[in-house]
């Protein structure tokens, strides 16, 4: 129990949260165009459509001004719940803001906030000359260490959440249903993963899950998640590996 100076329990506190959440991004700020598609979807996915909160993604329009509150209502139309947008002019995040939405920045800016925060430029040095030592070279993509990877040993029980803000978990042990993993790379489970599993939390489409046997509640790669029933009841309980490819997650036995 939280206690306040004057000694009564807290009505609130704050926590830092990764939750799950569907980027819905938006090829055409057509409210009618959108509202086409989404019947689409919903009679494809129906199970979908059910009250999910949705970030609309706004980075690909090149349009300063959007027809924000109409396209909140198709998607309230079609069971969706907008409760934030990425990207955009500063027009579009003072009318999120205006209907209650929240505002992030675009990826990129993202990420390039994250890199300036780690590094500093070097001053640039004289060029050595042939005769002089050579530079290194640089090793190859598959060889770079991982920054900020975390492991963690031991079974992530029930109700615990474990994180790794920076890189890539690995996770020697199982995920019991009802717990959470979280990383901003990819996340590799060494045992049974049953809970939820949220790779590349920060946008990263090019994270992965990879885990030795999958029963899990709820997995997620930047945003694009799918929920155990919509799981190939062939993959279940076996080794597999989950990516992002053509648009969707994509789910396939481990080699």
């Known amino acids: 129990m939280s206690l306040n100076v004057d000694g009564a329990e807290e009505a609130f506190t704050f926590k830092g ?11 055409s700020a057509d409210p009618e165009r959108i509202r086409q598609q989404l019947e689409s979807k919903r009679n494809q996915s129906p199970a979908f459509f059910q009250h999910t909160p949705v970030v609309l993604g706004v980075e690909k329009l090149d349009e300063p001004h959007l027809a924000l509150e109409r396209i909140c209502a198709v998607c309230r139309d ?3 719940l907008p409760v934030a947008v990425r990207g955009g002019a500063d027009p579009v ?4 803001w205006a209907l209650g939405l929240g505002w992030f920045a675009p990826v990129e800016e993202q990420r390039a906030r994250r890199l300036t925060s780690v590094e500093k430029t070097p001053e640039a040095a004289p060029a050595e000359t042939p005769a002089e030592k050579p530079a290194a070279a640089e090793p190859p993509p598959e060889m770079a260490p991982v920054v900020g990877a975390r492991l963690y040993r031991g079974t992530v029980r029930s109700g615990q959440q474990i994180s790794s803000a920076d890189g890539d978990l690995v996770v020697i042990g ?3 249903a009802g717990a959470e993993v979280l990383a901003a790379g990819n996340i590799h489970v060494y045992g049974a993963l049953r809970g939820r599993a949220l790779a590349g939390i920060h ?14 509640e709820l997995l997620s790669v930047a945003g694009n998640y799918k929920r155990l029933e919509d799981i190939d009841p062939q993959l279940l309980g076996a080794p597999a590996e989950v990516r992002f490819h053509h648009q969707q997650l994509e789910i396939k036995p481990l080699a």
């Open 93 to 96: 995040r003072q009318s999120a």
């Open 174 to 176: 199982a995920v019991n």
């Open 203 to 216: 946008g990263d489409l090019e994270a992965g899950i990879f885990c030795r046997e999958l029963k899990a």
């Open 17 to 27: 949260g990764m939750l799950p959440m569907t980027v819905m991004e938006l090829g």
């Open 78 to 80: 079609h069971k969706l």
